[in-house]
C-alpha cells in the first residue's frame, strides 16, 4: 500500500488543479481524510481476519461500491462542503476509487478487491506497472523502508501528480482568459 501521504498528494493535485471554484478547501480536506479510509481495513489484521478475507486489508473497503456509498453520503453534506451535489459526489467518488487504483500499482500485496460484492477477485495493474514500493504495515515495519518507499513515492506518485496539478491549473487559467 502507499502511504497516507501518496493518496493525499492525488487530492491535492486535483484540488489545487480544478480551483476552489470546483474543489472548496472543505470538500478538498474531506477528500483527503477520504482517500485514506480504505486503509482502516488494517485493523481487521488485529482481530484475525486473514489478508485475503472480503473484510482483509484491500477487500472491501477498497471496492468500488464503498467509494460510491462514502461518496453518496458525503455528497448529501454538500452544502457544508461549500460544493454542488454532483461536484462533491464526483471529488469524493474519485477521492476514494482511487485509493486502490494506487494499491494496485505497488510491487506487493495480493491486489485489490475492486467489485466486491460481485466478485473477491483481486486486480493489480500489470506487472511492468507494478512501480510503487509497497509500504508496510505498522510503523515499526515501516521506519526501516521509509527512505526508499517515500522515495519511490515522490518519483512515481508526487511527481506526476504535481504535473497533473500544474496542467489542470495551466488549463483553467487558459479557458478563463
Known sequence: MPTVFAHAAVRLALGGGLGRRLVSTRLLAVGVVVAALPDLDVVTLRWGIPYSAALGHRGFSHSLLVAAVVALIGAAGHRALRSGLVGAFAFLFVSMASHGALDAFTDGGLGVA?????????????????????SPIGLGAFLPRAAVVLASEARWVGLPALALGLALAGARRAMTR
Do not use: D, K, T
Open 114 to 134: 475492486f467489485l466486491w460484492p460481485g466478485s473477491m477477485r483481486r486486480f493489480f495493474a500489470p506487472a511492468a506497472w507494478r512501480v510503487i514500493e509497497v
